[in-house]
């Protein structure tokens, strides 16, 4: 299996839809992370999580909500989203949020908001 | 606060010739550094890393990147380039918020090989 999986890789909602985005890793690590890709910006980080607990909420509007069961799973629940908010939503792992080991990423959920 | 920023949106270069990406960071402490790629409807992918070992630093798929202190750059080079190589290229810095590392991402630089 690869390092770390999301599903849907497309999803597209209306605006008073509610959906969900899943991400595994099968890496072992204790650190997982929800990125907003969106085009000509950098990387915006919205959530961090360290062995289930989260260690960053970087801003992000309530419509976005995370929830991570155990330190292999994250999801991010969609609610009453916007058009700005189509965008690739990216899922990373890393082997703890207090060393400096690279983030391995997920291959991203494509959303489109109508 | 640390930032990166690369110059270039967009880059291209000939087939076999030479690749170079610009970075440059801002720290006030020393950085761990980090160039990603991107292929098309993929997450990213790590090509290499600086962590204060040595200064020059090999990944995969024949790319390097040279740490300069001097003028705070992490440029990435590969001596000739490949049509695989057209992607997009993310610099990256990390930096630790009470114990808590997060990485902070430029902008991105897309390559385009030339046949």
């Known amino acids: 299996e690869t390092g770390v999986t999301q599903t849907p890789r497309h999803l597209v909602m209306g605006m008073t839809n509610k959906k969900s985005l899943k991400c595994e890793q099968h890496l072992g690590h204790n650190a997982m992370y929800w990125y907003k890709q969106s085009a000509k910006k950098p990387l915006e980080l919205m959530f961090v999580y360290s062995l289930e607990e989260r260690v960053e909420n970087n801003s992000v509007p309530s419509r976005f909500s995370p929830e991570c069961p155990n330190s292999s799973h994250l999801f991010l629940h969609l609610h009453t989203l916007q058009p700005e908010d189509s965008a690739l939503y990216l899922c990373?792992?890393?082997?703890?949020?207090?060393?400096?080991?690279?983030?391995?990423f997920g291959e991203g959920s494509r959303l489109t908001v109508l | 606060a640390q930032s990166v920023t690369q110059l270039g949106s967009h880059v291209s270069v000939s087939e076999g010739a030479l690749v170079l990406l610009r970075c440059n960071y801002s720290?006030?402490?020393?950085?761990?550094l980090f160039w990603y790629v991107q292929y098309p409807n993929q997450g990213l992918q790590l090509l290499l890393k600086y962590t204060s070992a040595a200064t020059l630093v090999k990944g995969i798929n024949g790319f390097e990147a040279e740490f300069k202190k001097s003028e705070t750059s992490f440029h990435l080079t590969k001596p000739s380039a490949h049509m695989s190589d057209a992607a997009e290229y993310f610099c990256?810095?990390?930096?630790?918020?009470?114990?808590?590392?997060?990485?902070?991402f430029g902008t991105g630089t897309r390559l385009k090989v030339l046949a």
């Open positions: 990373a792992s890393s082997p703890g949020t207090t060393n400096t080991g690279e983030l391995f």
């Open positions: 990256a810095v990390s930096q630790t918020t009470s114990g808590t590392y997060k990485y902070i």
């Open positions: 720290s006030s402490v020393p950085p761990y």
